[in-house]
């Protein structure tokens, strides 16, 4: 809560490192903004660094600038740091997150929110992706598999008034690594939990985290009429890129390296309504796309 007495969400510097101040912040505007009160997005200490750093105050912007009422407002303060405040100064007009300006700097955060419904957006986004970075084809083809399954598990899950954002970010090539994309779908549907506890199978599940990974697991979809492959594809197909995967949802934060099969857990008190997924991946010349591979012998185990 803001000293004024507004409910405030203050976004830092590293999101990830305080994590659970900004979800519970998060959930205060959530709350103000559903009764009419005030309530405040602080990006003071923010870099805006990462697609989910600027995804999440997006998202946040979008769910209420389409239907602002007198004494419903969300006051911004914009980011010290001046490189940061520029970014943010083009990615919002007037209350209103704009679409990805292809003069965007490559090394910086591009957002673009989207319709649930709009059957094209992964093509869209695929293209500002490629204006951007030269991506080899079996690349581009795991970059077009993962978008187009990210947005189309935000429209599956969709609540009737949910918004969607997207932000990309091209990574430069290191020493140490190819150059690639991050890349953050990020909804304000069900969430990954409560779809899984709809089912008899996990409703006493009581750790957020674990229905996260069980999400991750091979078979399992929470479509009545089995369409898409969840989290699932998308975490073999950057197995074999050594990419990340990175997954906020409910209560709980997994990120899985999987140059070295890391995975890190995280609860976080206050409960996120949505789901939020960042992938990283690399632009490797030796990367074969292998889609078919995974598709030929899939056996899903529907939770309906």
Known sequence: MAESGIASAH????????LPE???????????LKVGEKAEISLRRSMLNQPFDVALPALLLEEYSSSVEEGRRVEVVRPQNAIARAR?????SEGEVCGIPVETPASLP??????????????????R??????LYPDVRSLVYACLKELTDNAKVHALPDAKAVAAIQVLPETESRWDGISLCVLDSGTGIPATLRRHKRYHGEKDDRNLIEL????GVTGTRDNRGFGLWIIRKLLEENQGQLWILSGSAMMRYNMSNFNVYRRFTKSAFQGTAVQIEISNSPDYRFHFEDYMSDIEV????
């Open 129 to 134: 992706v490629s204006e951007r970075i030269e």
């Open 110 to 127: 591009s957002v673009k929110e989207f319709d649930l419904h709009d059957g094209k957006i992964s093509r869209y986004l695929l293209d």
């Open 301 to 304: 185990d529907t939770l309906w």
């Open 88 to 92: 943010w100064d083009e990615l919002d």
């Open 22 to 32: 900004v979800i519970s912040g998060i959930a205060e505007v959530r709350a103000a």
């Open 215 to 218: 999400a991750v697991q091979r």
């Open 11 to 18: 976004f830092h510097e590293e999101i990830n490192m305080e």
